[in-house]
């Protein structure tokens, strides 16, 4: 079965409207690992806009699944992870000014520091990922830096507004998930992610694990949170 990791940022994003203390993006994770959650993913971003080095620190003591901080090439970052140590590191891109990320990680473009980051986390014994593009070139750079697995980025594939444009995106998805497979990493997905379009995504080639977080918050303000992680793993099956 395809493993579900539940990305509790946007908890932490009700929580800093007001800059208080609740929702706690802990108790939220709680709640999701009782409803079948097998994974945790959580974003330190640079700017702290929602999780915060307080919830990165509760959340290594308390996840009893996995742990999965998605983090930018900032060396700040990199020596918190490394500190904490979660159970595995997804790299990404980020910029101050986006609402949430906007593509995939340039491994081929900067395929030295990416290696040389990859292999510091190997020596602290996390599992590295990389969330990238379902292009070939950043595949087989994923593969030569020594990653784990890939994350591939399912955003267009989301934003599709026409059945021709969505087939096209997944077809993309697939041909990377082929080859990220033949290459020996492993294949997750996520990025856009809802109840509605999960259905086509589960039929991914070697897909091991989806990391889905807005539409899961989303539906938990009407049903609430372990009943949302509960919905999307039964979808899941």
Do not use: C, W
């Amino acid at each position: 079965m395809i493993r579900l990791g539940v990305n509790v940022d946007h908890v932490a994003t009700v929580r800093e409207a007001r800059r208080t203390y609740e929702p706690d993006p802990v108790f939220a994770a709680y709640l999701a690992e009782l409803a079948g959650a097998d994974q945790i993913t959580i974003h330190l971003r640079e700017d702290r806009r929602h999780i915060k080095e307080r919830d990165l620190q509760i959340l290594r003591r308390t996840v009893t699944t996995r742990l999965n901080l998605e983090m930018a090439l900032n060396e700040e970052i990199i020596q918190i992870a490394l500190s904490v140590k979660p159970d595995q590191v997804t790299l990404v891109p980020e910029r101050r000014q986006e609402i949430t990320t906007e593509g995939g990680l340039d491994v081929a473009g900067q395929a030295g520091r990416v290696a040389d980051s990859v292999s510091r986390f190997h020596e602290a014994g996390i599992m590295v990922a990389l969330f990238v593009d379902p292009e070939e070139k950043q595949i087989r750079a994923s593969a030569e830096v020594g990653a784990n697995a890939v994350e591939l980025h399912t955003g267009e594939y989301a934003n599709a507004r026409t059945d021709s444009e969505r087939e096209r995106q997944l077809t993309r998805l697939r041909e990377a998930a082929e080859l990220a497979h033949k290459l020996g990493l492993k294949v997750a997905a996520g990025h856009g992610l809802t109840y509605t379009n999960i259905h086509p995504i589960k039929t991914l080639p070697h897909l091991e694990e989806v990391n889905i977080g807005h539409t899961i918050v989303s539906r938990a303000i009407y049903v609430g949170f372990y009943e949302a992680v509960r919905q999307m793993k039964e979808l899941l099956k």
